[in-house]
């Protein structure tokens, strides 16, 4: 069965730092993994991914701020937020692609329940 688990998630202060963790079930080294967020009335974001061979990429909205790593070991990859800012807030959601590579992404395969951010002072 495939299933992602976030956790991490909390209220954090504008220029602090945070740092995500998802529980991939089910998948393979062959999935490229990633994050996306959404914002209340705001569309979702694909915001950094990562292959199966380690190659990552980011939006420019978090390049520089947000780095992801995985640990294939045990099947959990990360999402370190540094510098957050009051924009940063919304749900964060781990995610997986079928495909190993991330490329041009519109959209997950796969993604679990999100876990709220909240930066605020």
């Known amino acids: 069965q495939l299933q992602l688990v976030e956790s991490g998630g909390g209220l954090v202060q504008p220029g602090g730092s945070l740092r995500l963790s998802c529980a991939a079930s089910?998948?393979?080294?062959?999935?490229?993994m990633g994050w996306f967020r959404q914002a209340p009335g705001k569309e979702r974001e694909v915001i950094i991914c990562i292959s199966s061979g380690g190659f990552t990429d980011a939006a420019d909205s978090v390049k520089g701020r947000f780095t992801i790593s995985r640990v294939n070991a045990n099947n959990t990859f990360y999402l370190q937020m540094n510098s957050l800012k009051a924009e940063d807030t919304a749900v964060y959601y781990c995610a997986a692609l079928r495909r190993s590579f991330c490329g041009v992404i519109t959209e997950f395969d796969y993604w679990g329940q999100g876990t709220q951010v909240t930066v605020s002072l």
């Open positions: 089910g998948f393979t080294l062959n999935n490229a």
